[in-house]
Each structure stands twice: as structure tokens, then as C-alpha cells.
């Protein structure tokens, strides 16, 4: 094959990095990002998958090359709450609302209020703007995540989290009350 007719190496749009390099370095710290997310491994690799799938079809849009890590963890994020509720990975012992096992103490009464509150919860939840409800499903879901982690997802700067994370309590109690559920 004459060296003229080699197609040239894939690189990551406005960036020097070839795109190789770029899904093996970032490939790891995705697999990170979609544990803490409570996917089993083979649920991992499948949004994984999913996750690259998405950077192929949509990577070129990205303006800014040094975002496109942060695009990814956020797509991954995303991609881990939509299995989470398709595929269903919770053990039979948890809470599938929650992902809470509930206690052995705990009577039928008490899990159905649980179930109720949750559902209720998650129902308020989706009718906050989608910046808060993103955060609310992370806060819930992903409880080791990061300031760090957090902005990148949410492509803030880190010292804004705090602000955006009382912002969204505060919206969400006054949803709640709204709804006619009172809190603590």
C-alpha cells in the first residue's frame, strides 16, 4: 500500500490528539465514573459502549476539544441513569425506588410509605429545570461523586456547586410543599 493512500489518523476534532489515545486514556476514568454509578460490569461495558457510540456520532459538534472529556462523563452519567431504569440492575433485595436495601426491622407498612415518599419524590424531581434535576439524580444516586466530579458533569466550574447544589434543595423543598409533602 503506497503511503499516499493511508488514510490518516483518526484525530480528535480541532486537537492533535489522535482519537486512539484519547478513548484509551479516558476509557478508564468512564469505567470509574459508570461504577459509582451502581452499574454491574457488564452493564458498564455496555454503556461504555453506548458512551463511544454517541462521541463517534456526535463528537464532531464538540467546539472546544478540551470539553469533550467533561461532554463524556456527562454523557455517561446519563447514558448509566437510563440502564439503571431499563435494565434494571438492582439486586431483588433492594429497593428498586431508591436503591436502598430496606430494613429487616421494617414492617410492610413502613416500606409501602417508603415506596410512596420515593415515588412522590422522584415525580416533584421531574418537574425541576433539567440542570437541577441532573444534579438531584447525581446527589441521590452517586453520593461519592465529587465537587470536581460534579462540575465536570454539569460543565460548571467546581467553587459553583455548592451554590447550585443549595439552589436545587431549595427548589425541590418548595416543589415538595407544592405537592403537599412536608419536610424535615
Avoid: K
Avoid at 459509582?36 to 458512551?51: H, I, K, M, N, S
Avoid at 436502598?100 to 420515593?118: I, L
Wanted: with cysteine; proline share 7%; net charge positive.
Amino acid at each position: 500500500m503506497n503511503s499516499n493512500d493511508a488514510s490518516p489518523t483518526p484525530r480528535l476534532p480541532g486537537a492533535g490528539e489522535p482519537v486512539d489515545d484519547f478513548v484509551s486514556g479516558l476509557t478508564p476514568r468512564l469505567r470509574t465514573v459508570l461504577r459509582r454509578c451502581r452499574l454491574g460490569e457488564a452493564d458498564v461495558e455496555d454503556v461504555l459502549q453506548e458512551v463511544w457510540l454517541r462521541f463517534l456520532e456526535h463528537g464532531d459538534a464538540i467546539r472546544h476539544p478540551e470539553r469533550a472529556a467533561g461532554w463524556l462523563r456527562t454523557i455517561a452519567v446519563r447514558e448509566a441513569m437510563r440502564a439503571r431504569r431499563h435494565y434494571r440492575t438492582e439486586s431483588p433485595s433492594e429497593d428498586v425506588t431508591t436503591g436502598v436495601t430496606p430494613d429487616v426491622a421494617d414492617g410492610p407498612g413502613e416500606d409501602v410509605s417508603r415506596r410512596d415518599r420515593d415515588r412522590t419524590l422522584w415525580r416533584v424531581v421531574a418537574t425541576l429545570p433539567a440542570r437541577d434535576r441532573l444534579l438531584a439524580h447525581l446527589i441521590a444516586r452517586t453520593p461519592g461523586l465529587s465537587y470536581a466530579d460534579l462540575a465536570t458533569t454539569l460543565g460548571v466550574a467546581p467553587a459553583s456547586v455548592g451554590q447550585l447544589r443549595t439552589r436545587c434543595l431549595r427548589r425541590l423543598r418548595r416543589a415538595l410543599a407544592r405537592a403537599g409533602v412536608t419536610t424535615p
